[in-house]
């Protein structure tokens, strides 16, 4: 089962069985996994979604790794900001599982995961959302950060830049300003390398729900063979790893004691027209009595652990507030 929704649509699709291509590809941060979904990407009804009753039935070995607290993430946080300082890093990416349980908020109803898609949809009208469910494994996500936005036809390529997390009405100081220029370097960097007619806009404001964060917009022109070696060589950008890659990898595996799974990964969705690529962040895995929320924040030498804290709960909040139980 698979439901999607383009950022901006107001149709929601499925596919169906009948095609030998992938046109939809979930691939995990470390690139290591992948689920596929074959088929003609077909339209489907809120009401058909409506209807959904998939219960989530397996359980996930070691979910003491994911029991974060403040206190355990705040020392996650001083942790990283050793390591920027020992390996003279501008910025490193960390991330959480919040566990959810389905009793904390419903005692007598259950979860339904369908409305919950569609609720959350309604509320994140600028984001790529999903709620898949495949062999055992169930996620639900979106955002509205684009790795890759490429038209078959024209060769025109778009990605952005996009970092720095503040809520809406707290004003952008120097450490956000010099937590998103990295990743701007970087993806301009990687374009030059792969793509040509690069333009770059001003740097402005994103609004994701009740957080706010800096992005910068690129377009350029790709060329068909050139287009996965672009893609394999920005992710994972600096919004959700760190700079450079090898270095920060290796820091994240440290300092993260769970896997990261799809949560910072990609999905690439195949139409006849374009490729897109994008990023799965605001997501989380569905279990029998909890979810596991993924959430994470850039850090850098000037972080304050309790507003990493803050940061990570407020995203949490685009999946944990658009969870319906009837
Ligand atoms: C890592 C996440 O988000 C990414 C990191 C951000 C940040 O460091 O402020 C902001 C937006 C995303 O590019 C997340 O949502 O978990």
């Keep these: 089962m698979l439901y999607f929704r383009f950022p901006e649509g107001e149709k929601f699709y499925t596919t169906d069985d009948d095609a030998s291509e992938v046109n939809v590809n979930f691939v995990s941060f470390d690139r290591k996994k992948e689920i596929d979904f074959k088929g003609n990407l077909i339209e489907i009804s809120a009401e058909e979604i409506a209807e959904e009753d998939y219960v989530p039935k397996s359980k996930k070995e070691r979910i003491e790794l994911y029991k974060d607290t403040e206190d355990t993430y705040s020392r996650k946080v001083l942790q990283a900001i050793d390591y920027i ?14 566990i959810l349980m389905y009793t904390d908020i419903s005692h007598d109803k259950k979860l339904a995961l369908g409305k919950s898609f569609l609720q959350f949809c309604d ?21 509205s950060e684009v790795l890759g936005k490429y038209n078959k036809k024209t060769n025109a390529f778009e990605t952005m830049s996009l970092a720095a997390t503040l809520p809406l009405d707290e004003a ?15 993806v301009h960097s990687v374009l030059k390398r792969f793509a040509v007619d690069i333009s770059v806009s001003k740097v402005q404001d994103h609004i994701s729900g009740n957080i706010k964060h800096l992005r910068t917009d690129f377009k350029a022109t790709v060329y068909p063979q050139d287009l996965e070696n672009l893609i394999k060589e920005l992710h994972p950008t600096p919004a959700v790893c760190g700079f450079p890659k090898d270095v920060c990898m290796q820091g994240i595996k440290i300092i993260e004691f769970n ?33 596991i929320l993924y959430v994470g924040g850039g850090i850098t030498e000037k972080s304050d652990p309790k507003k990493e804290w803050t940061e990570t709960e407020l995203k949490s909040l685009a999946i944990q507030n658009n969870l319906v139980f009837d």
Excluded: H
Excluded at 85 to 98: D, E, F, H, T, Y
Excluded at 127 to 136: H, M, R, T, W
């Design 172 to 186: 952008w100081t120097d450490k956000e300003i010099e937590e998103q220029k990295p990743v701007t370097d970087y």
């Design 259 to 291: 896997s990261r799974e799809f949560y910072s990964g990609f999905i690439k969705v195949e139409t006849e027209e374009e490729i897109y690529y994008f990023v799965n962040l605001r997501c989380a895995e569905f279990f029998k009595s909890y979810a």
């Design 85 to 98: 300082k020992a390996n003279q890093l501008k910025k490193l990416v960390i991330s959480r599982g919040k």
């Design 123 to 143: 509320n994140y009208p600028t984001a790529f959302c999903y709620l898949f469910e495949k062999d055992g494994q169930c996620w639900m996500g979106g955002f």
